[in-house]
Structures are given as structure tokens and as C-alpha cells.
């Protein structure tokens, strides 16, 4: 399934990428979403003007039916690896399951424009889920997670980046 994810962050944009950098962040949406727990940063840095970031998620909800017999729901942890590019404001994200690896492929291009209330994020991809009878109702499954998840965050973020600077907290 092709698919493009808009979602406008009420923040500016040089604050929206430099708090995608902070353990803080992904520390604060624990509370954020009821199936997905609070991303964990494994690791993020800048090298020649690319942000590169490694953040892994863990399913926190339920599966039913003939999806619960494929796979173990305690086993649902993938990381999503991605590249900015910090002068073009455009990169690549790429899902890596932690398990299953071959029955999910997903990946994309990630954009961040400014607009006149924030920062417009813009996400087009390819999801595939590869588990005969049930793969393309998991598609829609994961999508519909995958976009509640990045509405949720934009949320967040705006939050995050309109803290008051002098709470201690490095930005």
C-alpha cells in the first residue's frame, strides 16, 4: 500500500528537528498513545548537515483473530531509522522490524516545509505486510496506527518545543 501522511506541527521547524534529537521527547509520549508505548532514542547525531535517528517503538495493544495466531504481540518492537537532511529539510525513513522481519517492509521520504502556523510534516511511503489472508487488513491495521501515532506526535511536539528554555532541559 502506497501512502502520504500530512500533519501539521504548531512549532517552528529548526525547534520541531532538534527536539526529534532529545531522549526527552520520545521519554514524554509514554502517555501519548494507547498501542504504542513510549519510543525509546537509541541513538541520534549529525554528521556533514544529515541528522541521522534510531527510535524504537513496541506495540502495546491487542491482536484478535487470524493475525493473533501469525504473530506474537509481545514481539512487535520495530526501530525507525531515519535520515534528514538538515539544509534541504527532506529525508528517508526506513521501519526495521525487530522480529518479522520478512513479513513487513516499510518505507519512505519524510518532509519538513514551514508554514505559517508551524511546520508541515509530509510523509510518503510503501507499506507492505507480507502474511498470507490477513496481509492487507494488517496494512490497514498498521496504517491507521502508524497515522493516529503521528498526529499524536505532533501534538507532542509542539508541546515539547514551546516549553519555557529555562526548565533545565537541554534543547
Sequence with gaps: MQFTVTETIA???DAVVRALAEPGYYAGLGDASTSVRAPELLSAGT?????????RYAFAGSITGPAARVVDVDKLTWVIETTYDTASHRGTLVVV???????LRCDGTLA???????????????????????GRSAERAIFGGFTTQLAREAVALAAWCAADPSDGLTR
Design 97 to 103: 522490524p525487530d522480529h518479522y522481519v520478512g513479513m
Design 47 to 55: 554528521v556533514d548537515g544529515r541528522l541521522r535517528v534510531r527510535v
Design 11 to 13: 512549532a517552528p521547524r
Design 112 to 134: 519538513l516545509d514551514e508554514a505559517d502556523d508551524g511546520t508541515l510534516e509530509t510523509v510518503v511511503g510503501r507499506l507492505d505486510v507480507r502474511v498470507p489472508l490477513v
